[in-house]
């Protein structure tokens, strides 16, 4: 079993809808979750930082931490287009798990 | 305002060929990593310099060397590419270790092994 899981898609949804990309995780440890998006042929870039369990929300990006279930969840709302890219979870813990654990991704299509 | 740069953007090879990346930041933090990844494959981790203090992941090819002269620049080297080894590389800095401080990418470098 790997340590993050991530389904890879694609998930293809119509603009405007509201968009569920989530992540399960097997490592306790783990106490800080990040999200990334990914254009085609780009690095990621962070979207969402969170520590612990809880939600945060920046805009119309929402991410939620179960870390009693070890579940992660980012909702899009209100999509768009330029929402279109692959979505990678992250996440670390202390000690010597402090670097960045990678999910392979989820490839959303947000089409007009 | 690139923080984070990587040359060349795309980089072709022979099989067996010596290869050089390279990544520059403008960002002085003390933390650089290299990533490999494959299409649709989660980013592996093959090293990362905690300022001079160089850290090797456990299964990463002895094909793969690194080096960073100073705090701005590291290098990934790998010294006879195989098929296998056709992948996007990612630079990744961080201010300090993480997991509070967060990491910043680079475009990435894709590399193509002929």
């Known amino acids: 079993q790997k340590e993050v899981e991530q389904d890879p898609g694609p998930l293809s949804v119509p603009e405007g809808a509201i968009v569920s990309l989530n992540c399960t995780y097997s490592?306790?440890?783990?106490?800080?979750f990040m999200w990334y998006r990914q254009y085609s042929r780009k690095g990621p870039e962070l979207l969402m930082y969170?520590?612990?369990?809880g939600n945060k929300e920046d805009g119309r990006f929402t991410a939620q931490v179960d870390k009693s279930s070890k579940y992660i969840s980012l909702f899009i709302r209100d999509s768009q287009p330029s929402d279109s890219a692959t979505y990678l979870c992250?996440?670390?813990?202390?000690?010597?798990?402090?670097?960045?654990?990678f999910g392979r991704g989820t490839s959303l299509i947000v089409h007009p | 305002d690139a923080m984070v740069i990587q040359n060349p953007r795309y980089q072709v090879t022979q099989f067996g060929k010596p290869v050089t990346l390279s990544c520059s930041q403008t960002?002085?933090?003390?933390?650089m990593y290299w990533y490999q990844q494959k299409s649709s494959q989660a980013p592996k981790l093959l090293f990362h310099?905690?300022?001079?203090?160089?850290?090797n992941e456990a299964d990463t090819p002895d094909n793969f060397q690194s080096r960073r002269p100073n705090t701005s620049f590291c290098f990934l080297d790998i010294r006879s590419p195989g098929l296998g080894d056709a992948a996007m590389y990612l630079c990744?800095?961080?201010?300090?270790?993480?997991?509070?401080?967060?990491?910043?990418f680079g475009p990435g470098t894709r590399l193509l092994v002929l």
């Open positions: 490592n306790s440890a783990f106490q800080y």
């Open positions: 990744a800095t961080s201010r300090d270790k993480p997991p509070r401080e967060t990491q910043y």
């Open positions: 310099y905690y300022d001079k203090d160089f850290n």
């Open positions: 960002l002085n933090h003390n933390v």
């Open positions: 992250a996440m670390s813990g202390r000690g010597g798990s402090y670097i960045p654990t």
């Open positions: 969170t520590y612990s369990s």
